[in-house]
Nanobody, 126 residues
Framework: QVVLVESGGGSVQAGGSLRLSCAASGGTYINCMAWFRQAPGKEREVVAAIYTIGGSTFYADSVQGRITISQDNAKNTVYLQMNSLEPEDTAMYYC????????????????????WGQGTQVTVSS
C-alpha cells in the first residue's frame, strides 16, 4: 500500500512561485509519479510526470517552461516547482503514483494511476 502526502500549496499573486511536495511511503517500488490538477467545474488534468528510474520527465503543453517536476529518491519525494504562476493555474493539485509498467503516453491519463494523495490547494490571484 502506497500513501502519498502532498504539501506546499497556498495563495500567491500572479507571477509568483510555489513548490509542491509529495512524500511517498509504503516501502514499495514506484514506477511513475505525477501531478494532476482539477479546477472547479473542470476535469482533472495532468500537469507533469516523472519515471522514478531514469528520471524521464513529461509535461502538459500548458505548463511547459514554467513548471519543473523533480525527485529526491532518498526521501521518496517528488516536487513540483511552479514559476510564473497564472490565475489559470488555480486548482487542487493531486499527486499520483503507479507501480506497474505504463505504456507509451499513459503518464497523462489519470485512470492509469492507482494511488492518489488528498490534494493541496493552489490559488493564484491576479
Amino acid at each position: 500500500q502506497v500513501v502519498l502526502v502532498e504539501s506546499g500549496g497556498g495563495s500567491v499573486q500572479a507571477g509568483g512561485s510555489l513548490r509542491l511536495s509529495c512524500a511517498a511511503s509504503g516501502g514499495t517500488y514506484i514506477n511513475c509519479m505525477a501531478w494532476f490538477r482539477q479546477a472547479p467545474g473542470k476535469e482533472r488534468e495532468v500537469v507533469a510526470a516523472i519515471y522514478t528510474i531514469g528520471g524521464s520527465t513529461f509535461y502538459a503543453d500548458s505548463v511547459q517552461g514554467r513548471i519543473t517536476i523533480s525527485q529526491d529518491n532518498a526521501k521518496n519525494t517528488v516536487y513540483l516547482q511552479m514559476n510564473s504562476l497564472e490565475p489559470e493555474d488555480t486548482a487542487m493539485y493531486y499527486c499520483a503514483a503507479e507501480l506497474r509498467a505504463m505504456y507509451r503516453g499513459a503518464w497523462q491519463l489519470s485512470y492509469e494511476y492507482t494511488y492518489w494523495g488528498q490534494g493541496t490547494q493552489v490559488t493564484v490571484s491576479s
